[in-house]
């Protein structure tokens, strides 16, 4: 499968301190990538180095010729001293034909406040926006840096939910940056534990296992993932998850046969 | 009324809000007012520097005001003291230097309060062309740039994202607004210039849905400013640059609870 964007011995420092030391990563096609860490790992940065916002100190990002992102921020602080619908908003700058800005429009489900201003939508309709907006440029890879942060509950859920569908509909890639791994365990493929450097990385019923995820998440953590990663793969087994919530060994028992 | 000195005061007021309307809709939005305040305060040190070594003094202004702004985001970089405090500094330092070089020049004729308060009514052939001139200039540049500059105003990281090269819009910014710095001195002075930025601007902001409608706006509002503002000075004998500014506030303080009224 072609490969989107590669790293390579990416280090970065910033006032003497290195905030990312010798990262290598590859991102392919159909790739839905959850990089997560602790505060101050370095994950934005991480993924502003691999959009070419920063060059990296040492090592470097290759990215595939005319490669198309679509970027979600955190969060959009929409100032209400600036006059702006969001259907302006969703449009300013870009060029896209009315059938495109149509599918989208339904797609992420903006329409019913497409005439409003910017500055009175909701946390999350202004992550779909935002989603929408990333997605009028019929983007290759969708880079998310911690796209559900300012939400509350349901709305990290349906965040979550719309876009495991655009990833599964679209077929195109994901590279997402959430502390809330729980709620992407099942859509994600892989999941890159970040501390400055890559902790550990894989399928993400295998990493929370890992002792680094373990030692940098403690224990409790790993314990909880894991009993979501019971929940959404092991859908026949779920008598046992309940049971290995209430029994610690039983769990890492069964754990080995996942 | 049609004296000569009136109509060129005139065509450099309708000028200088032409441009400072949509520049100011920047000012408004990336709260830029003290930034302002400060580059204007540094222009004092253009100017002085522009009578000692003898070239144009609104040159010597864009210059320096140009080299004051670099400084400021070089030291903004560093990010070991707060904008505003860097802001406090710069601007008072080339004020106070500004000063300090003005007593060496020990230019008699030197008429501090025209350029802390504007002089427009002796406004010359020569300024026009700096006003018209300096304002083709700002108004092509901001037209290129306006939807890359709207959006780094929404969100800097999402136009970076989107292939907009930041640092060099942020950096153009900047340089417009020390052209609109420069030609305004003779309009409103030195002390005046954000008013006439950030006014009709704030005045636009309740009635406009669209950031284009908002700058077209506050052009709008700060022409009825200066041609109100000018005629007022020479029929009640008043300063000019403050008539200029008085008569922006009065449109202010009248449309902004019309606006609200409206809204309901």
């Known amino acids: 499968m072609s490969v989107l964007i590669s790293a390579s011995h990416v280090s970065v420092v910033r006032d003497s301190q290195e905030i990312l030391k010798d990262i290598s990563l590859e991102v392919s096609e159909e790739d839905f990538i959850t990089i997560i860490g602790p505060n101050g790992a370095g994950k934005s940065m991480l993924l502003k180095c691999l959009m070419g916002f920063y060059a990296p100190d040492e090592g470097h990002v290759t990215s595939r010729k005319g490669l198309k992102i679509g970027y979600v921020p955190q969060r959009l602080q929409a100032e209400p001293t600036i006059p702006i619908t969001s259907r302006r908003f969703l449009t300013l700058r870009r060029k896209s034909s009315a059938e495109t800005l149509e599918k989208v429009i339904s797609e992420t489900e903006v329409s019913s406040f497409l005439d409003k201003p910017l500055s009175v939508l909701s946390g999350g309709q202004l992550q779909r926006v935002l989603l929408a907006r990333a997605l009028l440029n019929e983007p290759d890879l969708l880079v998310l840096d911690e796209p559900a942060q300012n939400l509350d509950i349901t709305g990290q859920l349906a965040f979550y939910k719309l876009l495991d569908r655009i990833y599964q509909e679209r077929g195109l890639s994901v590279l997402m940056v959430s502390h809330d791994l729980h709620l992407v365990m099942s859509s994600t493929k892989n999941v890159v534990c970040l501390s400055r450097e890559i902790c550990c990385h894989g399928e993400p019923r295998h990493v929370t296992k890992d002792p680094e995820f373990i030692s940098l998440f403690g224990p409790d953590m790993a314990q909880l993932m894991a009993s979501y990663q019971h929940r959404h793969h092991d859908h026949d087994h779920d008598h046992s998850h309940v049971h290995s919530l209430t029994d610690k060994t039983e769990e890492s028992s069964a754990s080995h046969h996942a | ?264």
């Not at chain 2, 954000?194 to 700058?215: D, F, H, Y």
């Open chain 2, 1 to 264: 009324m049609l004296d000569p000195f009136i109509v060129r005061a005139l065509a450099a007021g309708i000028g200088v809000a032409l441009i400072a309307g949509p520049l100011g809709c920047f000012v408004v939005w990336r709260r830029m007012a003290y930034f302002g305040d400060s580059l204007a305060h540094s222009a004092l040190l253009g100017i002085a520097l522009g009578m000692v070594t003898g070239i144009n003094p609104t040159l010597g202004t864009i210059l320096v005001s140009t080299g004051f702004a670099m400084m400021l985001l070089w030291l903004q970089h560093t990010r070991i003291l707060a904008t505003d405090t860097l802001l406090g500094i710069l601007a008072h330092a080339a004020l106070s230097i500004g000063m300090v070089v003005l007593s060496f020049a020990g230019n008699q004729r030197f008429d501090l309060q025209s350029y802390l308060f504007g002089d427009i009514l002796t406004v010359t052939a020569e300024d026009l062309y700096w006003v018209y001139g300096g304002g083709i200039v700002v108004l092509v540049l901001l037209f290129k740039n306006w939807l890359s500059l709207t959006l780094m105003t929404i969100h800097e990281d999402l136009a970076r994202a989107e292939g907009v090269k930041t640092f060099w819009v942020n950096l153009l910014l900047v340089v417009l607004m020390t052209i609109v710095v420069a030609v305004s001195i003779r309009i409103v002075g030195i002390l005046l210039i954000t008013s006439l930025l950030v006014i009709p601007a704030a005045t636009a902001r309740q009635w406009m849905k669209s950031p284009e409608g908002m700058a077209i706006m506050a052009a709008f509002f700060g022409l009825l400013a200066v041609i109100s503002g000018i005629y007022g000075s020479a029929y009640l004998d008043t300063p000019t640059g403050p008539s200029i500014v008085t008569a922006a506030t009065i449109l202010f303080t009248v449309l902004f609870p019309v606006a609200a009224l409206f809204r309901r």
